[in-house]
């Protein structure tokens, strides 16, 4: 239950954020060309809010011009986004009675096209603008890190639906699709799980050609992801008492082998120990050179007592730090990067494992981690902000993309969409929207309960 109301808390967090960051986008530039913004909401308000604040008029203004004045701050109560009420104009508030009065200098409808065009790629402009910073937060802030492919010499631990697909425990990409892999790329993992062809080193040695499915990228699952480096089990820390002192392994001490069971990774040492719980057996180590075997007895729950060096320890990781201004390209090449896999991989939804795969608003709060991890939590929400901007261009009416559709008709043809066509489009859009979400927070119940 702690987990779950962790995972909703940041959740409902990265999308206040992402929605008051869009929302703002739209009432900016409507302020920018004099359009009035008569309600700004976080969250939705279907009968009540739970705050709200109109300012007072200032006399002696104009009643013709917008002001910051006229518009209603609230937040309401259903978490699931939140809105900008722009004067004249058919949104999601479907307001016709404003429509059918006589049109007002400072509404939307009467501003030219390209004016209006700019309102509604505001929310798109702002969430993109957003990851960029976030990601050049995170650079100035954190920095980069990575292990190349090639000096991680355990290889990688694959996920079960990567080693059903053709690779091992162990392997070592290091080309997909003809091009030659570089674990500094953000986007890596990616690209091995879009190719078609990806070669690995196994065993140390031999050079293995893996012919992936093409709806491989749809089999990974969110939770289990794709890959991980493996981590060589050192011995970091020994706990005074334990099996491991009572053995007299040392720090630095490397297992590699538990009885006849080799371990060249934690992931295979923990289970090989869970084996031998509370039962004498022995451990293979190598230390100064030597291979020595030592008799042990893990305690009842398989646990000698130690801690494992950190992978950054034990591989020669690459660390990058940024400045200030070196951290704003690097937010921007983020960005663009994960706009850029976010579209191609949005070809695999037109399938029907892409379908299958679609999630709602549980999918989105499994992303984020059972604890608060604040580099987790910014990278997270600006995958959603990228992710959110694009979703809003597609032109679908409901959307930001349907009313830019309509808008770029109108510049084309100078003709302006009829207002019932416009109205009937909004209603259509609001419904294939509805359930949209439906069957994406469908699939959620359905994988919770019955997979």
Request: proline share 6%; charged share 20%; net charge negative.
């Amino acid at each position: 239950m702690e987990t779950f109301l962790l995972k909703a808390l940041q959740l409902i967090v990265a999308l206040a954020l992402l929605v008051i960051v869009h929302e703002f986008g739209h009432y900016i530039f409507s302020r920018i060309f004099g359009i009035r913004v008569e309600k700004f909401y976080m969250f939705f308000d279907p009968y009540f809010s739970l705050f709200k604040w109109k300012p007072k008029p200032k006399p002696g203004v104009d009643p013709d011009k917008a002001s910051w004045r006229d518009t209603e701050y609230g937040i309401g109560w259903l978490p699931l986004g939140g809105y900008c009420k722009i004067a004249g104009m058919i949104d999601e508030s479907m307001d016709t009675e404003q429509m059918k009065l006589p049109p007002k200098p400072w509404e939307f409808r009467t501003k030219p096209a390209w004016q209006r065009l700019f309102v509604m790629l505001g929310g798109v402009f702002f969430n993109f603008i957003l990851a960029i910073l976030i990601y050049s937060g995170i650079a100035m802030h954190w920095g980069s890190a990575y292990i190349p492919f090639d000096e991680a010499t355990e290889g990688l631990d694959f996920s079960t639906a990567a080693q059903k697909a053709g690779f091992r425990n162990g392997d070592i990409p290091y080309m997909a699709d003809g091009q030659l892999l570089d674990a500094s790329d953000s986007n890596v993992s990616y690209k091995i799980a879009d190719a078609k062809e990806v070669k690995v080193i196994r065993n140390h040695k031999d050079t293995v050609t893996i012919h992936l499915p093409e709806d491989f990228i749809l089999r990974l699952d969110n939770e289990d992801g794709f890959y991980q480096y493996r981590l060589p089990v050192y011995i970091d820390r020994i706990v005074p008492g334990e099996a491991a002192s009572k053995a007299q392994l040392l720090e630095g001490d490397h297992i590699v082998a538990v009885d006849t069971i080799a371990t060249p990774s934690f992931s295979e040492l923990t289970p090989a120990l869970l084996k031998y719980a509370d039962k004498a057996t022995s451990v293979t180590i190598e230390r100064d050179g030597q291979r020595l075997t030592v008799p042990v007895t893990p305690n009842e729950h398989g646990k000698l007592g130690f801690q494992v060096r950190p992978i950054t320890d034990v591989y020669k990781a690459v660390k990058i730090k940024y400045g200030v201004l070196e951290s704003i390209p690097k937010g921007w090449e983020l960005g663009t990067t994960m706009l850029s896999t976010y579209v191609s991989s949005m070809k695999h939804i037109f399938s029907s494992e892409g379908a299958e795969s679609i999630g709602g608003f549980g999918a989105i709060g499994n992303m984020f981690p059972e604890k608060w991890n604040w580099l987790s939590f910014w990278e997270i929400t600006a995958f959603l902000s990228v992710a959110l901007a694009f979703m809003n261009i597609i032109p679908i009416p409901g959307l930001d993309g349907g009313h830019v559709m309509f808008l770029l008709w109108e510049i084309i043809t100078g003709k302006q969409a009829p207002e019932k066509v416009l109205i009937v489009a909004q209603y259509i859009g609001m419904a294939f929207i509805f359930l949209l979400l439906i069957y994406a927070n469908g699939n959620d119940i359905f994988r919770a309960f019955f997979k």
